[in-house]
């Protein structure tokens, strides 16, 4: 059954030319092809209708006065259920594309005109798209960090994503299309120089504010390395709680957050961001929340959220870089890191959001705010007192060792053994711990 969809679209005859215009330019703003029929009712059934040879050259005429910049389609006429239609088989990389000195996109069967921000952000994606990855930077293969690239090719090939083959530098980086006439590329410099292209930049905050901050950190390096500094940094600060097991002898530590997801969005992150933007990588570390941006609007003309419950199709901003963190099993398949970060954030019941802006893209993992919790110690909006400093730092050293000792806890804050066990009372009184086994054996159990 012929139906219409993003790259196709049926108008019953050629009284609908400038319709056909406007499907032809959306769909390949969206696509760069597709093709366009006359004489098909949108279920795809024919339409029987005079069609001449002045028909036909109407029809290229029509595209030749309408659309710019300038395509060159095949206009042919086909048979269908025995009834004769126009088809038009249409490509073009000079996007964006307008009809009538007007712009659209596709989606799903439809056309939408394009406001001037998308047609902005399309404009610049198509410039960087010619104009970033493969071009070549001024840095050789004798500036790779040979580490992180041996790292890389042993990781490609324990996953099967890259044959096994004889350690070669310049083999490797060749093979990756990041490497021409001795010089890397672009994407090359940022996946594997060892002169510190990118910077990210890593803090915890004391509140929901970037007001005062516990740590702050700055980080030069590559694509790869950097992604591992961001993840050990968020799996350092997180909040992790203690559970026994069923056997009484061993115990499960479970994340507040996913760390699977962490680490999926933190990938994303560099994977998609626009590195000719001199916006740096950031992990932030709120009382309430974390949040990963990365330089450059969210890649894609459906809303992440949209990800999470259908399948659709990825842009990929960096195919060269997406390509080379899939290899090393960075990213596990192309299109489903958004789906699989909400599925394990869904299963955990953390709520996620995310910030979409001009110049930025800013993922959001909630979690519980330790500053703010009721008397009873459940959170609310209202009649919420606040954590001092003496329990947010104990309450801090809980989650990391629910083991520690009175006399550790007060050697670790500088305070006396008579505070701590006040503190340790009134993290009780406000129910954020409690205590499991004996004095001598038992630990801390954090809510």
């Known amino acids: 059954m012929r139906r219409e969809d ?91 594309y307008s009809a009538f000195g007007k712009y659209y996109i596709r989606v799903a069967d439809e056309d939408r005109e394009l ?5 902005r ?35 490609a090939v324990q ?3 890259m044959p096994e083959m004889e350690y070669d530098k310049i083999a490797i980086l060749e093979r990756l299309h990041v490497l021409r006439a001795g010089r890397l590329t672009n994407a090359g410099r940022v996946l594997f120089s060892k002169n510190g292209p990118l910077t990210l930049k890593l803090a915890v905050f004391a509140t929901q504010h970037k007001d005062t901050f516990l740590d702050i950190a700055m980080q030069q390096g590559n694509i790869l390395s950097l992604i591992d500094e961001a993840v050990k940094y968020v799996i350092k600060n997180i909040r992790w709680k203690v559970e026994p097991s069923g056997d009484g002898v061993h115990r499960s530590e479970i994340p507040e957050i996913p760390v699977d997801a962490l680490r999926e969005a933190i990938v994303n992150s560099f994977a998609h961001a626009r590195y000719d933007l001199p916006v740096q990588h950031e992990v932030s570390i709120f009382s309430d929340r974390i949040a990963i941006t990365n330089p450059g609007p969210f ?3 459906h809303a992440p959220e949209e990800f999470f419950t259908r399948d659709l199709r990825s842009y990929l901003r960096n195919e060269t870089i997406a390509h080379t963190l899939y290899l090393s099993k960075g990213i596990e398949a192309f299109g489903s890191g958004l789906k699989r970060i909400y599925s394990l954030c869904d299963a955990q019941d953390v709520k996620v959001a995310y910030i979409d802006s001009d110049i930025d893209f800013t993922f959001l993992f909630y979690r519980t705010d330790r500053n703010a919790v009721t008397k009873n110690g459940t959170e609310n909006d209202t009649e919420t007192e606040s954590l001092n400093s003496n329990e947010n730092s104990i309450l801090e050293i809980l989650m990391k060792d629910p083991h520690a000792t009175s006399e550790e806890l007060a050697e670790a804050v500088g305070k006396s053994l008579r505070t701590v066990k006040r503190t340790l009372a009134s993290l009780k009184a406000k129910g954020l711990i409690d205590r499991v086994g004996s004095t001598k054996t038992g630990y801390w159990k954090t809510n």
């Open 299 to 301: 890649a894609n003309d």
């Open 115 to 119: 406001t001037p921000a998308e047609l």
């Open 159 to 161: 996953s099967g994503r």
């Open 121 to 155: 952000r399309l404009m610049i994606a198509r410039e960087y798209e010619e104009n970033w990855e493969d071009h070549l930077s001024d840095e050789g293969f004798e500036d790779v960090d040979d580490a992180v690239l041996q790292r890389f090719f042993r990781q």
């Open 6 to 96: 993003e790259r196709t679209e049926f108008k019953r005859t050629t009284g609908e030319l400038n319709e056909g215009m406007v499907s032809l330019t959306a769909i390949l703003n969206k696509h760069r092809e597709g093709t366009l029929y006359f004489g098909l009712r949108n279920d795809g059934r024919p339409v029987p209708f005079e069609i001449t040879d002045s028909t036909v050259r109407d029809v290229s005429r029509r595209i030749f006065e309408a659309v710019k910049p300038q395509v060159f389609p095949e206009v042919k006429t086909v048979e269908i259920d025995g009834v004769e239609v126009i088809r038009v088989d249409f490509r073009g990389e000079d996007v964006p």
